[in-house]
């Protein structure tokens, strides 16, 4: 069963507006971290933000902010103030306790274009 | 600079080669990973090592071998690989236990891999 849902493949946004990107993710496991990652077409996965179950605020890092909604089980990403260079695959990824926190399981990944 | 080194960033290779892929790192991290990454894929676990152990495996052709000789190099054995072998590989590090789940797993680079 998949653990990471993205359902968005691509996203447009115009530069300097707002983005969300949607994840939402399966675990029974009541501890577990939630990460974000930018992939530019040079193929390197860049870390750009973690939320853990049991923070009780969002996690914000400059324009990247978190949307967590634990009982929803989502975890969406905002860009604020989108940038050309934003433009990239982004992944969503989840590390449980079990397994003594051992896998990251990434989700499929949107691509994200910022209009000039 | 990730602290994850990958080389060859780039291999071609014929289906009747024997090539290697190799990962290393000095963050002091003790797991670490091998991913793929094709292009109507998400990135797919391949291999888990942990504390030099192999942890998980996620039903991988055999024609992929991993190699953990110490806590900072992993190794990927090719051989007789088919076209559809072609992708980009990943490695990543992190720590391995539960008092690390907010630590991200850091990649490498990539090795572009065409299987010709």
Request: glycine content about 6%; overall charge neutral.
């Amino acid at each position: 069963a998949q653990k990471i849902t993205q359902t968005q493949p691509g996203m447009f946004v115009q530069e300097k507006e707002a983005v969300t990107l949607d994840c939402t993710y399966d675990t029974s496991d009541p501890s577990y971290g939630l990460f974000w990652y930018k992939q530019p077409s040079s193929g390197e996965m860049i870390f750009l933000i973690y939320q853990g179950s049991y923070d009780q605020q969002n996690a914000t890092e400059g324009r990247y902010s978190l949307n967590f909604q634990k009982a929803r089980k989502s975890a969406n990403l905002v860009i604020s103030a989108s940038q050309l260079g934003d433009s990239a695959m982004y992944f969503c990824a989840m590390r449980e306790a079990r397994n003594y926190g051992q896998n990251f399981v990434f989700g499929p990944g949107t691509r994200l274009s910022v209009l000039p | 600079e990730t602290g994850v080194t990958q080389t060859p960033r780039h291999l071609v290779m014929g289906m009747t080669n024997k090539k290697s892929l190799k990962c290393e790192q000095h963050l002091g991290h003790n797991a670490m990973y091998w991913y793929k990454q094709s292009a109507k894929k998400p990135l797919e676990l391949m291999f888990v090592y942990s504390l030099e152990e192999r942890v998980e495996n996620n039903s991988v052709p055999s024609r992929f071998s991993p190699e953990c000789p110490n806590s900072s190099h992993l190794f990927l054995h090719l051989h007789t690989l088919q076209p559809e072998d072609s992708a980009l590989y990943l490695c990543a590090s992190s720590p391995s236990d539960r008092g690390h789940l907010n630590t991200e797993a850091f990649f490498g680079q990539g090795t572009r891999l065409t299987v010709v």
